[in-house]
T-cell receptor, first 115, second 109 residues
Framework: DAGVIQSPRHEVTEMGQEVTLRCKPI?????LFWYRQTMMRGLELLIY????????DSGMPEDRFSAKMPNASFSTLKIQPSEPRDSAVYFC?????????????FGSGTQLSVL | RKEVEQDPGPFNVPEGATVAFNCTYS??????FFWYRQDCRKEPKLLMS???SGNEDGRFTAQLNRASQYISLLIRDSKLSDSATYLC??????????FGGGTRLMVKP
């Protein structure tokens, strides 16, 4: 099992540019999550999908952020336009199903730096 | 007040020591609880779930106190490899996991 796969591992971009982060969840997992981690705010849930449908996006910071899950094996998180305060590690995670006791499997993360 | 609060540490302990971390949560309706471990520049990984009756996994013991709304993690006989950040995680409803800021542990020879 390859685990959750994220790309790119590192992204350096200039303010105002569009950034697209990609995630492939573990095959057979029905729930997918996007988290952001910073020193100041820790791990924050941005959005999660269940069976490819966005369930809760209340953590998405503003309209510059959007996420899609066109099929069960792929999701994107897009920031347009990017700003320096978006610099963080973005993690994608998946779980087998929705439920209070489900284990989350995280990808290795994308380190985003917006200059 | 943060939903899940942890002492950020660092906790510096010698090998072989016993160390305990606490975590408090604000939502009395929280349903399930976990400890995740995160190594430097790596992703978080589930360490153990926390059950009402308390549970043990080798050198690790987790306990839940619903009345006082706190969770604890005890590590016995600390190893160098235990050095990491330990994240307290609370599930309030459905899949809404809320992570604490983490407690950093450094085990020294």
């Amino acid at each position: 099992d390859a685990g959750v796969i994220q790309s790119p591992r590192h992204e350096v971009t200039e303010m105002g540019q569009e950034v697209t982060l990609r995630c492939k969840p573990i095959s057979g997992h029905n729930s997918l999550f996007w988290y952001r981690q910073t020193m100041m705010r820790g791990l924050e849930l941005l959005i999660y999908f269940n069976n490819n449908v966005p369930i809760d996006d209340s953590g998405m910071p503003e309209d510059r952020f959007s996420a899609k899950m066109p099929n069960a094996s792929f999701s994107t998180l897009k920031i347009q336009p990017s700003e320096p305060r978006d610099s963080a590690v973005y993690f994608c995670a998946s779980s087998l199903r929705a439920g209070t006791n489900e284990k989350l499997f995280f990808g290795s993360g994308t380190q985003l730096s917006v200059l | 007040r943060k939903e899940v609060e942890q002492d950020p540490g660092p906790f510096n302990v010698p090998e072989g020591a016993t160390v305990a971390f606490n975590c408090t949560y604000s939502n009395s309706a929280s349903q399930s609880f976990f400890w995740y471990r995160q190594d430097c520049r790596k992703e978080p990984k589930l360490l153990m779930s926390v059950y009402s009756s308390g549970n043990e996994d080798g050198r690790f013991t987790a306990q839940l106190n619903r009345a006082s709304q706190y969770i604890s993690l005890l590590i016995r006989d600390s190893k160098l490899s235990d050095s990491a950040t330990y994240l307290c995680v609370v599930n309030n409803a459905g899949n809404m996991l809320t992570f604490g800021g983490g407690t950093r542990l450094m085990v020294k020879p």
